[in-house]
C-alpha cells in the first residue's frame, strides 16, 4: 500500500483545515488508517485512528490533545481518508502523517516503526 498525504498549509488560528491520504495498491477497507504529526525536537505523536471492526463499520478513536476539535473518516469508494481539523490553534503546527496497519495496536500505542505503511508528511501551519 503506498499513502499520499495531501491538504497542508497556513491557517489560522481558529479557522479549519482538511488532510487527505490516498491509498493506492490496495483496498485500505479492511485496514486501520492512522494520523499522526511531528513537531521538530519531539517524538512524532498519534493522533487519530480509525479501526476497522468488520463489514463496513469502523469505529475512531483521538489523543486528548485534539478530541472534539479534529475528526478522521474514510471514504471506501475513493480509497481515501480524511482529518477534519477544526478549531485550529498555533500549538497543532507540525507535519502531518497518515499510516495504516492491520493491527490498531500499532498505529495507536506503538511502536511506530512496526506500522506497516506510511506516507509522507504535510506541513500544517496554524498562524495566531
Known amino acids: 500500500v503506498q499513502l499520499q498525504a495531501s491538504g497542508g498549509g497556513v491557517a489560522r488560528a481558529g479557522g479549519s483545515q482538511t488532510l487527505s491520504c490516498v491509498a493506492s495498491g490496495r483496498s485500505f477497507k479492511n485496514l486501520n488508517m492512522g494520523w499522526f504529526r511531528h513537531v521538530p525536537g519531539r517524538e512524532r505523536d498519534f493522533i487519530a485512528a480509525?479501526?476497522?471492526?468488520?463489514?463496513?463499520?469502523?469505529?475512531?478513536s483521538y489523543s486528548d490533545s485534539v478530541k472534539g476539535r479534529f475528526t478522521i473518516s474514510r471514504d471506501a469508494a475513493r480509497n481515501t481518508a480524511y482529518l477534519q481539523m477544526n478549531s485550529l490553534k498555533p500549538e497543532d503546527t507540525a507535519v502531518y502523517y497518515c499510516?495504516?496497519?492491520?493491527?490498531?495496536?500499532?498505529?495507536?500505542?506503538?511502536?511506530?516503526?512496526?506500522?506497516?505503511?506510511w506516507g509522507q508528511g504535510t506541513l500544517v501551519t496554524v498562524s495566531s
Open positions: 499510516a495504516a496497519d492491520r493491527l490498531i495496536e500499532y498505529l495507536v500505542s506503538g511502536p511506530m516503526d512496526r506500522v506497516d505503511y
Open positions: 480509525s479501526t476497522w471492526v468488520g463489514s463496513n463499520i469502523y469505529t475512531t
